[in-house]
Nanobody
Framework: QVQLVESGGGLVQPGGSLRLSCAASGTFFSINTMSWYRQAPGKERELVASLRNGGSPHYVDSVKGRFTISRDNAKNSVNLQMNSLKVEDTAFYFC??????????????WGQGTQVTVSS
């Protein structure tokens, strides 16, 4: 069993910052890609940022220059530093990890999500 837990969400004013964190626990070989998705009411779920083990980060255009994804493999965790937050960043944010159980077998795991609300 693998558990993925997000933290760091909350209410912040426009222009403020939040740091989301996601940690994986359980028994597995390794973690390949770790990502952050978000979904706002009435909008489609979108990939915000992702980072493959040994690869380069990906960001959706709307957050480039403001968000930074990073990971700590020793802690099996991924972070999303969100700066200069805008009202349109308001959404429920999910951590998603591709968990490798062997060199050739993996499954996607989703965290429970955390709410980010940007409002004055």
């Amino acid at each position: 069993q693998v558990q993925l837990v997000e933290s760091g969400g909350g209410l912040v004013q426009p222009g403020g910052s939040l740091r989301l964190s996601c940690a994986a626990s359980g028994t597995f070989f390794s973690i390949n890609t770790m990502s952050w998705y978000r979904q706002a009411p009435g909008k489609e779920r979108e990939l915000v940022a992702s980072l493959r083990n040994g690869g380069s980060p990906h960001y959706v255009d709307s957050v480039k220059g403001r968000f930074t994804i990073s990971r700590d493999n020793a802690k099996n965790s991924v972070n999303l530093q969100m700066n200069s937050l805008k009202v349109e960043d308001t959404a429920f944010y999910f951590c998603v990890a591709e968990i490798l159980y062997s060199a050739t077998y993996s499954r996607l795991h989703w965290g429970q999500g955390t709410q980010v609300t940007v409002s004055s």
